[in-house]
């Protein structure tokens, strides 16, 4: 069973640009979550997507947005990009739904993206 | 508002040692889960443990062993005869249970765990 796969691994990008991050997750896995980490943050939650919907959303601003497509993909986009924006970004899918516990969130290995 | 504090920000010791990693959370909620990742320096985070708090059994599995504790709203992990392999971040996790809005895992700061031979 393939895991949480996310693309690109590793990007570079200057401030003020936009960025788009995409996500793939398990198969039958309709919930998809992203997270940022960074050594003084730590791990901070961004939102969350079930049946493409954002179900949940962090303390991030307006800069940081996602969605979620029918075969549960899902891509989360940063315009204008800060250097505080360098960081490591997580993405998580769950076998939650509506009204069903959550199991273990299976994370994949992330895009490390530095601003410049 | 939920908290997670793992107060360990680094834990080293010697191969074959036992060592514990704390983990204390707070919260309102009566419904919520617990949970355990590992990061080892690829950056992935491994799931290792969910726990709900209904369920106060303690846990083990190989080497790991979890040990939850409602009245003092800890969920510390130990492991036995530590390997070099287990060398890594911990993270413990809280999730509130929030319906139809959805989940999102509060994480604490992680502990660094370094296992010498």
């Known amino acids: 069973k393939a895991g949480v796969t996310q693309t690109p691994r590793y990007l570079i990008k200057t401030r003020g640009q936009q960025v788009t991050l995409s996500c793939s997750p398990i198969?039958?896995?309709?919930?998809v979550s992203w997270y940022q980490q960074t050594p003084g943050q730590g791990l901070q939650f961004l939102f969350e997507y079930f049946s493409e919907t954002q179900r949940n959303k962090g303390n991030f601003p307006g800069r940081f947005s996602g969605r979620q497509f029918s075969n549960s993909r899902s891509e989360m986009n940063v315009s204008t990009l800060e250097l505080g924006d360098s960081a490591l970004y997580l993405c998580?899918?769950?076998?939650?739904?509506?009204?069903?516990?959550?199991?273990?969130?299976?994370f994949g290995s992330g895009t490390r993206l530095t601003v410049v | 508002a939920q908290k997670v504090t793992q107060a360990q920000t680094e834990i080293s010791v010697v191969e074959k040692e036992d060592v514990t990693l704390d983990c204390v959370y707070e919260t309102r909620d009566t419904t919520y889960y617990l949970f355990w990742y590992k990061q080892p320096p690829s950056g992935e985070l491994v799931f290792l443990i969910r726990r709900n708090s209904f369920d106060e059994q303690n846990e083990i599995s190989g080497r790991y062993s979890w040990n939850f504790q409602k009245s003092t709203s800890s969920f510390n992990f130990t492991i036995t005869a530590s390997q070099v392999v287990d060398s890594a971040v911990y993270f413990c996790a809280l999730s509130e249970a929030a319906g139809d809005s959805g989940y999102a895992l509060n994480f604490g700061k992680g502990t660094s765990l370094l296992v010498t031979p």
């Open positions: 998580a899918s769950s076998g939650t739904g509506q009204g069903v516990k959550p199991y273990g969130y299976t």
């Open positions: 198969s039958g896995h309709r919930s």
